[in-house]
């Protein structure tokens, strides 16, 4: 399998940060409404729990995330924006994804974002396309098949263009 292009690769991560954040919100207003519903049930001032309500959301995000990367990679071998642009997280000897692999890609992962992302140019610079954690973790992100969200013209044959011959 080859190396997954880094326009791919920038786009998947664009599309995952997008779905993480969707999930994160959900988590953080429902959060943010039980704490204040049990201050207000509670007859305490909303701002003695603020300082919980933050590090509640913090660590709920946290594990949203993990779990999000762990999750989606070890049993379906893609996020959704890598699915969605035909790319596959595989072990470097192309086997799938052990769980462990997954959790290591996962927290590295997290690493190399809190890096200001240094550890993602690291795979513009390498011939194999391996990314911090990528090498961490021995895995790789590869073309599976064709995306979603592209449209091959080649691939349609003439019978499937009678219908339109006559517009």
């Known amino acids: 399998?080859?190396?997954?292009?880094?326009?791919?690769?920038?786009?998947?991560?664009?599309?995952?940060?997008?779905?993480?954040?969707a999930?994160?919100?959900?988590?953080?207003?429902?959060?943010?409404?039980?704490?204040?519903?049990?201050?207000?049930?509670?007859?305490?001032?909303?701002?003695?729990?603020?300082?919980?309500?933050?590090?509640?959301?913090?660590?709920?995000?946290?594990?949203?995330?993990?779990?999000?990367?762990?999750?989606?990679?070890?049993?379906?071998?893609?996020?959704?924006?890598?699915?969605?642009?035909?790319?596959r997280v595989v072990e470097v000897n192309e086997k799938p994804l052990s769980l462990k692999s997954s959790i290591i890609r996962s927290l590295s992962y997290i690493l190399t974002a809190w890096t200001y992302g240094i550890g993602f140019f690291i795979g513009l610079i390498r011939k194999d396309r391996l990314t911090l954690h990528d090498f961490v973790s021995n895995t790789k992100v590869c073309s599976a098949h064709e995306d979603f969200l592209s449209f091959d013209t080649k691939s349609l044959s003439d019978t499937d263009l009678k219908p339109f011959a006559g517009t």
């Open 1 to 21: 399998m080859s190396p997954a292009p880094p326009l791919k690769r920038l786009l998947a991560f664009i599309i995952d940060t997008l779905t993480i954040l």
């Open 23 to 87: 999930i994160i919100i959900i988590l953080s207003v429902s959060i943010h409404t039980l704490f204040m519903f049990v201050a207000i049930n509670a007859n305490r001032s909303v701002y003695y729990i603020a300082p919980i309500v933050a590090a509640v959301k913090f660590l709920v995000s946290l594990l949203a995330i993990l779990g999000y990367l762990t999750i989606s990679n070890w049993y379906w071998g893609s996020t959704v924006g890598k699915s969605l642009l035909g790319l």
